[in-house]
């Protein structure tokens, strides 16, 4: 009896239907099934981002001292303003993408971004590095409705101006500069959203192509790498040089992933020195990995990397084999057989491009100094596992550590001197390691605003659009959207044909971010966000002061 039974059981268990009546109401049932799981799975996710860092609920002054920690406050205070504020709502991700953070960052990746209008101007620059020749190109999107001066009596003629004044200056208006991510470019559909995310509010955006990036060829045996930050401070240099001195032309710094390695690093290294152009206002960093090393890449990431790098080499081969020096050649033909990014980083880490961390910042060539007790840790380690050589062709490959240790922004946080956004994920794949190890450096700066989000990505952040009406007020202008007219046609967050259904929550993010910081530095009747970070001013208390030495000292010290 129990056998009949058991028998039976199986049997419908496994019995298909035999109409295709049968197959629609087993698959409807399915696919009810499916969707059920989908909607509680995102009710679960639905969470408002974590915020942390050194925020004030009031304000203290002494003597008409600022306090160091005025600006950041205001920010918070603006973008927590209101329970659909976008630090205080909750994130609703997108269905079957959103809630599976691979699907969400492919979606990021692999969507066109928005498509091109009538209202946007754009155009390519291509600039050249001064210390080695590299071409860097630069994709520059204006809006066409914001205008130069009010003498400027046709759109054509307003179009024709305002190329020429973004290419030679005096640029009156706010510049974003938007750097990518590894193995990308500047075409890439998050790149694009984050552009046009910025020219709907009125302001410049510039995608940056790495060197050898773009479609532009490499011009230098070198290519770039997480720890160089020569050709962000060469283009950074140029456009400062054409801003006019005014408070609406700042310049905005946004990095994506190992774009955002950099960012940091470059803004840590000048804050320092305090040689940060007066025009940068702040940053935003998506998705830092905060710690590069290869413990923080699970498979099979390390292994996918590593194919994106390889085929840039091989993308630009005609200009790496024209370097004829035995070493080189070693080194690249290693690179080319790395199996994954730890590999390719000891293959090339010894004719890696790198600065220097002070001024003038100057170019270097290759990872391969150790002291003497590291050279003999690494003779003894070899010898025990029966290997006495350690190194490839003659060479050693340990400079990678040097290379690892160099490119990790983290060392570099503490010394930001301007605001600064560092957006994470929780199930973010990729960085998640690296820049969870590392938050306590960048809590130990007052200008670092970490904002953390229960799903993600890595740089996915795929929604469904808020339901609600949310009203946007920039410095000069005030819009209201209507999310909820997108709701219904772009259920899934990315791939519509209108500019704000490609865009994803981080957009929304880094254009509230920076329209905050400056609504902050209109109200501070004339002083800059440098100016009030920074621990050189006059003005400045004892407080600030002595956290920006322990800084500055924490960091000489990992140098």
């Keep these: 009896m129990i056998r009949r039974s058991s028998s039976l059981f199986i049997q419908t268990a496994t019995a298909t239907p035999e109409t295709p009546q049968g197959w629609a109401v087993f698959l409807s049932a399915l696919a009810s099934l499916l969707v059920g799981y989908e ?68 979606a990021a990746y692999l969507a066109g971004g928005p498509d091109h209008q009538n209202d946007v101007l754009q155009f390519r620059e291509i600039i050249t590095n001064a210390q080695d020749g590299a071409k860097i190109a630069l994709d520059w999107e204006l809006p066409t409705t914001t205008t130069l001066s009010s003498s400027y009596s046709s759109s054509s003629s307003s179009t024709q101006n305002s190329q020429h004044t973004a290419l030679h200056g005096p640029i009156h208006h706010t510049v974003v500069l938007i750097l990518h991510g590894i193995n990308n470019d500047a075409s890439f559909g998050y790149i694009r959203a984050a552009m046009r995310a910025c020219t709907d509010r ?17 011009t230098t045996p070198r290519g770039y790498t997480a720890a160089f930050t020569g050709d962000l401070r060469n283009i950074v240099w140029k456009i400062t040089a054409r801003m006019a001195d005014t408070k609406n032309a700042k310049l905005f710094l946004v990095g994506n992933s190992l774009g955002a390695n950099i960012v940091t690093k470059f803004l840590g290294e000048e804050g320092l020195h305090r040689t940060l152009p007066p025009q940068i206002a702040g940053g935003v960093s998506l998705a830092n990995p905060m710690h590069i090393h290869s413990k923080n890449i699970v498979f099979p990431w390390g292994h996918i990397l590593s194919l994106g790098a390889r085929k840039g080499i091989l993308q630009n081969w005609s200009t790496f084999r024209r370097m004829k020096e035995p070493h080189y050649q070693a080194c690249i033909r290693n690179a080319l057989l790395a199996p994954t990014m730890a590999d390719f980083d000891k293959a090339l880490a010894p004719i890696f491009i790198r600065n220097s961390s002070h001024p003038p910042y100057q170019n270097i060539i290759g990872y391969h100094q150790q002291h003497e007790h590291q050279q003999q840790q690494q003779q ?58 590392k938050l306590s450096y960048s809590l130990s700066n007052p200008n670092v605003m970490v ?31 209507m999310e909820a007219g997108h709701k219904s046609s772009n259920r899934f967050g990315f791939g519509g044909t209108n500019s704000t259904t490609n865009r994803s929550w981080a957009d929304t993010a880094m254009v509230d971010f920076i329209d905050a910081v400056l609504e902050g530095i209109i109200n501070t009747d004339g002083n800059d966000t440098n100016h009030q970070n920074n621990n050189g001013g006059a003005n400045q208390n004892t407080q600030q002061q002595q956290q920006q030495q322990r800084a500055a000292a924490q960091i000489r010290s990992r140098l």
């Excluded at 160099?406 to 930001?416: E, F, G, P």
């Excluded at 994920?425 to 960085?431: A, P």
Aim: proline content about 6%; aromatic content about 8%.
């Design 39 to 106: 909607i509680r799975l995102q009710k679960s996710l639905t969470q408002p981002p974590r915020v942390y860092g050194q925020f004030l609920t009031t304000t203290t002054s002494n003597n008409n001292n600022y306090n160091y920690n005025t600006i950041m406050q205001s920010i918070y205070q603006k973008l927590t303003a209101t329970p659909h504020s976008i630090l205080s709502r909750p994130i609703r991700p997108s269905l079957f993408v959103g809630t599976r953070s691979v699907i969400s960052s492919t």
């Design 202 to 218: 009125g302001w410049w955006a510039v995608g940056v192509n790495f060197r050898g990036c773009g479609g532009v060829p490499l």
């Design 380 to 437: 003894q380690h070899h010898h025990n596992n029966g290997n006495g050589n350690s190194s490839r062709n003659g060479r050693s490959d340990d400079g990678v550590e040097q290379y690892w240790d160099d490119a990790s922004s983290y060392r570099y946080i503490s010394s930001v001197s301007v605001p600064l956004l560092q957006l994470t994920s929780e199930d973010d794949f990729l960085v998640r390691s690296g820049s969870t190890s």
């Design 451 to 481: 904002v953390n989000t229960r799903c993600g990505g890595h740089l996915g952040w795929q929604e469904c659009p808020p339901s609600s009406p949310t009203t946007t007020t920039t410095t000069t202008t005030t819009t209201t959207t």
